[in-house]
């Protein structure tokens, strides 16, 4: 019995499914998701989306993709949440982009192209070191940011 890569990575599709491509603007090809929608949010948006997009990071690590992709992986989530501070553009920016389902697609054709054995051969400690990494400089920076724009509007 084949096993089929793509059924172990159905939680992955439909996370990037609602943050990237959940509705269909009418009269056009294009979608959107929850993520830039959420993004407009002052405050909490950014970083509720972000939190979505790192289920997509902690199944790279769980998958033990190679370090090249999980690099790639981590850039698209951190790009994205950063950009996303940004008001509106940011928003514009993860309509645009899509974080998460460039971060799927890595993730499936990773499975696509390696078999278990393959898989288990990886250690998986190194992912977990690049999402602890990246989640402390995504939430200092949020906090930063806040911060700057808080003594901004205060004067």
Do not use: Q
Not at 51 to 69: C, M, Q
Request: net charge positive; hydrophobic share 45%; glycine share 10%.
């Amino acid at each position: 019995m084949s096993e089929n890569p793509e059924d172990k990575s159905v939680i992955s599709k439909w996370i990037a499914h609602i943050l990237d491509d959940l509705i269909k603007i009418p009269g056009t090809d294009r979608r959107i998701g929850l993520d830039p929608i959420i993004g407009l949010i002052p405050g909490v948006g950014d970083f509720l989306t972000s939190t979505g997009g790192l289920a997509l990071l902690a199944a790279g690590a769980k998958k033990r993709v190679p370090k090249s992709v999980y690099l790639r992986m981590t850039s698209n989530w951190v790009l994205n949440s950063l950009v996303g501070t940004i008001p509106f553009l940011g928003d514009a920016f993860s309509f645009w982009y899509k974080s998460n389902r460039r971060n799927y697609e890595l993730l499936n054709d990773h499975l696509k192209n390696t078999t278990e054995s393959e898989r288990k051969k990886s250690s998986g400690w190194w992912g977990v070191a690049i999402l602890g990494s990246a989640i402390v400089i995504v939430v200092t920076l949020f906090i930063l940011i806040g911060w700057w724009i808080s003594r901004l509007i205060e004067g």
